[in-house]
């Protein structure tokens, strides 16, 4: 369960650091652009997103026994869920399943995986029984459980130099873990690379799956990542595209970073060098590329296998983690009317849309409409409600792939159960591919949502057509 609060938290964070660019004297006024409604049919599928940790090890999860399973399966097929999004592999690095690659998580906290059958395997035979769609989702870029200190990272001496070193609020670096966090790896690294391809093709190989959902595809934030690699890597990034050969004198990581200070629990930048800006577009490039090779892994081992990622839907700070999931036609640069001081040009290079067959993004706001709240009522685009962020990912990604937006039904403080019904009704009728539910565990287990009650009516209401 601490991956799902813990995965929240992040995001929620993250959100706070939002920022907009002012207009100046010498810039005309921004116009707000219409909404691009070109693809914009609304979809019907319906996938509930299976966390491993919590539905199989929690406390109150079910999913290690196999009666269980059918039974919670049974429900979502009659409340109207049309799919599975199947944990794969989660944050410890460690699969749910017998793999060539990386060690199997077969227990954790007193319970085991369903005694004498493959889980995933089982899970993705008895989701066709009830003609579900299914995904299989990785946590890409972690490969340590950092509160338990048990993952690849802490098993595999070898594999732990690979973890993303961050900056504390002195400007020291230090490994991510050690500063509490989970063991984000660098996705820069090729070893890390090459792991996450093969692990990649292993499972789609492996497995009859409808698509695969790359999760945590990212750094950890904003400090990461500091190593001497990427300081390396940077360095020849800006001869080779800037012809800056006075890059390797640079004063590392000063002139990325010159000192950072405290929000919350972040350590976020308080004055930058001059080269932030290429920074943050080098990391955004790395990220592009990876998953550009992770698509071709993909196709290259069951063309039909569709592709996607996960990402929160607040685009205006993403670049914090150095992800641009917009499309590359889209340039947050010269964009006068939803403006972003972080965007450098050329930012628009590293816009991975294209690369996408569907796109899911947790939309984890309560605020449905703009119109709820005076002060969004007269806005267009708006990321921290439903529906502004919405229009927002349609606006940033044209439209290039089928949007699942999303919701999570236990760790917001939804006030009722028809609250949620009607949050679901909105995604369903305003998105192209449909809605992702974050997650199944929340609905049967009531000790892990808010509203402390079984979730079946809301969803059984929210999925009426």
């Not at 100046?24 to 979809?43: A, C, E, F, L, R």
């Not at 406390?59 to 196999?66: E, F, I, S, V």
């Not at 695969?212 to 750094?219: F, G, K, N, P, S």
């Not at 044209?398 to 949050?423: C, F, H, T």
Request: include cysteine; charge should be neutral; charged fraction near 20%.
């Amino acid at each position: 369960m601490n991956r799902l609060f813990c995965g929240f938290l992040v995001a929620g964070l993250i959100g706070f650091a939002a920022c907009s660019k002012s207009s100046g004297p010498d810039v005309d006024p921004p116009v707000t652009p219409p909404i691009d409604t070109t693809s914009n049919k609304p979809g019907r599928n319906v996938v509930a997103w299976v966390d491993a940790r919590s539905n199989v090890f929690g406390t109150y999860g079910r999913l290690n026994d196999t009666t269980q399973i059918k039974a919670v399966l049974d429900s979502l097929k009659e409340v109207g869920v049309t799919g599975l999004v199947i944990d794969v592999k989660g944050s410890s690095g460690f699969t749910m399943y017998p793999s060539n690659i990386a060690k199997q998580l077969t227990s954790l906290d007193g319970k085991s995986l369903p005694e004498g059958v493959d889980y995933v395997s089982y899970m993705i035979q008895e989701s066709r029984k009830r003609n579900f769609k299914v995904y299989a989702s990785i946590v890409t870029m972690v490969e340590g459980d950092g509160g338990r200190r048990f993952g690849t990272v802490f098993d595999d001496p070898n594999f732990a130099q690979y973890e993303s070193v961050v900056c504390d609020v002195n400007g020291n670096r230090v490994k991510v873990s050690e500063t509490g966090r989970n063991a984000f790896v660098n996705p820069a690294q090729p070893a890390v690379q090459e792991r996450a391809l093969n692990i990649i093709k292993e499972i789609v190989q492996k497995y009859e799956i409808d698509g695969l959902v790359l999760d945590y595809c990212r750094y950890t934030d904003i400090d990461a990542d500091f190593s001497d690699y990427s300081k390396s890597q940077f360095i020849d990034f800006l001869k080779a595209k800037y012809n800056d050969n006075a890059a390797a004198t640079m004063n590392f990581p000063k002139d990325i970073v010159n000192t950072w200070t405290m929000s919350g629990d972040r350590v976020i930048p308080n004055s930058t060098g001059k080269y932030y800006g290429k920074w943050l577009l080098y990391r955004a490039s790395v990220i592009h590329d990876f998953v550009e090779k992770a698509r071709a892994a993909v196709k290259a081992t069951k063309p039909s296998v569709k592709f996607g990622v996960y990402v929160g839907a607040w685009y205006t700070t993403y670049y914090s983690v150095g992800v641009n999931w917009a499309s590359n036609e889209y340039d947050p640069f010269n964009d006068q009317a939803v403006r972003f001081d972080w965007a450098y040009p050329g930012y628009k290079e590293t816009g991975y849309a294209e690369e996408l067959e569907f796109l899911m993004t947790g939309n984890y706001f309560t605020q449905i409409r703009l119109s709820e709240n005076p002060a969004t009522a007269n806005l267009t685009y708006h990321w921290w409600s439903i529906e502004g962020s919405l229009n927002g990912i349609k606006y940033v990604t044209k439209n290039k792939m089928p949007l699942y937006g999303s919701i999570d039904l236990g760790n917001v403080d939804w006030p009722s159960q028809q609250r949620i019904s009607e949050a679901m009704k909105y995604i369903l009728n305003n998105t192209s591919g449909g809605i992702m539910l974050f997650d199944v565990v929340h609905v049967y287990a009531p000790q892990y949502n808010r509203l402390k009650q079984p979730l079946w009516n809301a969803l059984r209401e929210g999925l009426k057509q």
